[in-house]
């Protein structure tokens, strides 16, 4: 159990953490108009985005709180599109350094479970890809409810799992059936307003300044172990995707009171 758990930790360092310090160092290398598609880490395309910022309401000004924010490209792309007063919330070293490196964005150094914010205090939240990769799905959502303001918008990007899985899934990660998931929101006091499935896929520039990211940090590290782990991670995810065992979920809710 404990090689497991070190096994897990390991994957997952390099797939959020690792990967995330390599690509603000390829952006630098490339240029700044390669940051926002390479810091979305493939999971966030400008369609996905902008439906959850319509679904928001999202406006100038508004203070929203990202919760796992990552290399930071989801955070910068609304703030440039939107206005947005973004807040990330990252607990991985080099993800967070990325984000203000390449965005100079403010970033909080901690987890979900426990949001170092005042309750009541943001506009609206993004949870992007992170939710499938946490075991205690309620006390997370339940953390960000306590610092929306009544009536606020949770805009979600979630892995969901169809059915029966038979492939193995990347490590740390425990998907939500939808069943699940709308009860999960439901306990935690949110109300599931509207769901679509992810658009399929970026747009050609998008996607090649992705490849070129990607293909500069192939060339500095295929030979490290992180490297090596960070690929496993991504092909599970490809052949659960390919398998349709998985599907990825644009989810909009909203805060409500939860009755005592």
């Not at 490339?30 to 598609?37: E, M, S």
């Not at 490809?238 to 979920?249: I, K, L, P």
């Amino acid at each position: 159990m404990r090689r497991e758990r070190a096994v897990t930790v390991a994957a997952m360092v390099a797939e959020f953490d690792d990967v995330a310090g390599w690509t603000a160092d390829a952006v630098e290398e490339l240029g700044i108009r390669y940051a926002i598609p390479a810091a979305c880490r493939g999971s966030a395309s400008p369609a996905a985005l902008a439906w959850l910022a319509e679904a928001c309401e999202l406006s100038p000004g508004t203070r929203l709180l990202d919760v796992g924010a990552g290399a930071g490209g989801p955070a910068a792309w609304v703030a440039e599109r939107f206005g947005v007063r973004p807040i990330l919330l990252e607990p991985m070293q080099a993800a967070g350094r990325a984000a203000s490196r390449l965005f100079g964005l403010p970033v909080i150094a901690a987890d979900g479970s426990r949001i170092p914010l005042r309750t009541g205090s943001v506009d609206a939240a993004w949870c992007l890809g992170v939710l499938c990769t946490v075991e205690d799905k309620a006390a997370l959502l339940s953390e960000i409810h306590r610092v929306l303001t009544p009536g606020a918008s949770l805009g979600l990007l979630v892995v969901v799992a169809e059915g029966p899985q038979s492939l193995r899934p990347p490590d740390g990660n425990h998907f939500p059936t939808q069943e699940e998931l709308a009860g999960l929101l439901q306990r935690t006091g949110f109300t599931l307003l509207e769901q679509t499935s992810r658009p399929e896929s970026a747009p050609l520039s998008w996607s090649r300044r992705v490849e070129q990211v990607n293909a500069v940090i192939a060339a500095r590290h295929r030979s490290a172990a992180a490297y090596v782990l960070a690929a496993r991670q991504g092909e599970r995810f490809t052949r659960m995707f390919a398998s349709d065992q998985v599907s990825m979920q644009l989810v909009h809710a909203v805060s409500r009171p939860i009755s005592k």
